[in-house]
């Protein structure tokens, strides 16, 4: 059964859910792109590795603390004794993203594709987005074109010189001949995703049809039978211009018009 909505599920955004969408995206994505383009071109599903040094807390306590007791405010317990506080200690993570890249017969990188997760768009400073920045400036420096697809509407956006137009979800194309012009396609959330041109050599480019895409994701992973809207979406919550559209979507009725949600 397909997804109530026209395009981007918000419900896929569970944190607790969206590495193996991710995992799927970028798969289906690839194999889509291979029966496009094989055999002129190689679609690769490469790995960055990197420590995160500030992951969400999933800590346990391994002592108890005296209810009541404030966490990180000292106590003593009977005859005087230290009653021990709990607190969160840093326990870094290794993490592994993954993206495409098209390459050419002779090897060289032609186009990479990321599909953004949550570590990328933390805050300034997090090793995700430190990591990822990085990574997107020598592409960008570099002879190759970049395709992001950002699906979260969460955390900071990709940097750009002027402001993104306001929308739910991003997608953008960095031709590498045109930078640092590049084509942004904001999607609202009752959108379908678009179809975008994803440069190859020189003037040319395929068409990849990222609904299309989405919505064998969300068959192959059974999403219908695992994702509950009647329960609010996990995280981000929907914005107050949001709800109204989302539950349109939900009950079978057309969206509200732009103007009538501000």
Known sequence: MPSPFPGMDPWLEDPARWPGVHTRLV???G???VALLKPRYEVVIEERVYVDHDPPEV?????????GARPGASSTGPGGSIVP?????VVAEDVVERYLTLRARDGEVVTVLEVLSPTNKR????DG????LARRDRVLRSAAHLVEVDLLRAGERVPMRRPLPPAAYYVVVSHAARRPQCEVYPVQLRDRLPTVPVPLQGDEAVA???QAILDLVYDRGGYDAYLDHGRPVPA???APAERPRAEAILAGAEPPDEASIG
């Open 85 to 89: 506080v709990l607190l969160p200690t």
């Open 27 to 29: 798969t289906t994505l």
């Open 59 to 67: 800590l346990r306590a391994d002592v108890a603390i005296t209810e």
């Open 129 to 132: 987005r430190r990591e990822y």
């Open 31 to 33: 194999d889509a792109l």
């Open 236 to 238: 981000p919550p929907l």
């Open 123 to 126: 805050g300034p400073g997090s």
């Open 208 to 210: 990849v049809d990222l």
